[in-house]
């Protein structure tokens, strides 16, 4: 099957020389769920945010769910990114003064594909009932839930999540990386995580390290205490 998430000799280049991304390829087929680690500036952001438009690489090209992205006009990306893609970010974007319910509903409310219930994903995500409370009396795993199920309420090909359990307790950590986990299990979907955290990158079936902005590995995630040696690896190298 294609891939959902494509990344082909990406490179991104900021002002003043920084090279944050270079020449980096990355394929997540339909339920995988590949975790990105690396350094403090080793690029997992940029790679994230090129993957998922909202970025452009300086080089090599971007595909999000079979359509090209790379030159594609900031509209069209913003359509497309809506339609096919939930994020879920460590300071969970969510608003606060809106209900729980509300707050699902904003992808669909913009233009998104109304392709689950609120009450379903809501139930997903272990929150039945929640839907009139406002997400500002959540607690953090709480709303890293609800914004979990924003993510999940257009039924997305592709999942980014930027240190989703970064501000999170390793129990509720646990939950958030279950959940993860079963977008790509259940809902088939492509599921990007970066972390810094061996152990929620050990939820993952695939793990992929940067060095200084390049793809220094790729493969099978083994366990934790072999991805904090590894990672020991790839940053003792940049250091
Ligand atoms: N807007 C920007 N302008 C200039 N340089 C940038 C910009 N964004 C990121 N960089 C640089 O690009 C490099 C990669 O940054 P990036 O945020 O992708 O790394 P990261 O691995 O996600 O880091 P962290 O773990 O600290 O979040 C760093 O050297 C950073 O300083």
Request: proline letters at 5%; aromatic letters at 4%.
């Amino acid at each position: 099957m294609d891939s959902v998430i494509s990344l082909a000799s990406v490179s991104r280049r900021y002002p003043r020389g920084v090279i944050a991304l270079r020449d980096a390829s990355l394929d997540v087929p339909p339920g995988q769920f590949v975790a990105v680690m690396g350094a403090t500036g080793s690029g997992k952001s940029t790679l994230l945010h090129c993957a998922a438009g909202l970025d452009r690489p300086s080089g090599g090209r971007v595909r999000l769910a079979g359509h090209d992205i790379t030159r594609m006009k900031e509209a069209r990306r913003t359509r497309l990114r809506r339609d096919h893609a939930g994020f879920v970010f460590q300071a969970y974007n969510l608003l606060s003064e809106l209900t729980v319910r509300q707050n699902v509903e904003l992808p669909v409310r913009l233009g998104g594909p109304r392709n689950r219930t609120v009450d379903e994903v809501l139930a997903q995500v272990g929150l039945a009932g929640f839907g009139k409370r406002p997400v500002g009396e959540l607690s953090g795993g709480q709303r890293q839930r609800v914004a979990i199920a924003r993510a999940l309420v257009t039924a997305p090909a592709a999942v980014f999540a930027d240190e989703p359990t970064g501000a999170l307790d390793p129990t509720t950590g646990a939950r958030i990386l279950a959940l993860l986990r079963a977008a790509a299990d259940r809902d088939g979907a492509a599921v990007l995580m970066v972390t810094h955290d061996p152990v929620a990158a050990a939820w993952a079936d695939r793990l992929v390290l940067l060095r200084d902005g390049v793809v220094a590995h790729d493969g099978p995630v083994p366990d934790a205490t072999e991805i904090a040696d590894r990672l020991r690896g790839v940053t003792a190298v940049s250091a």
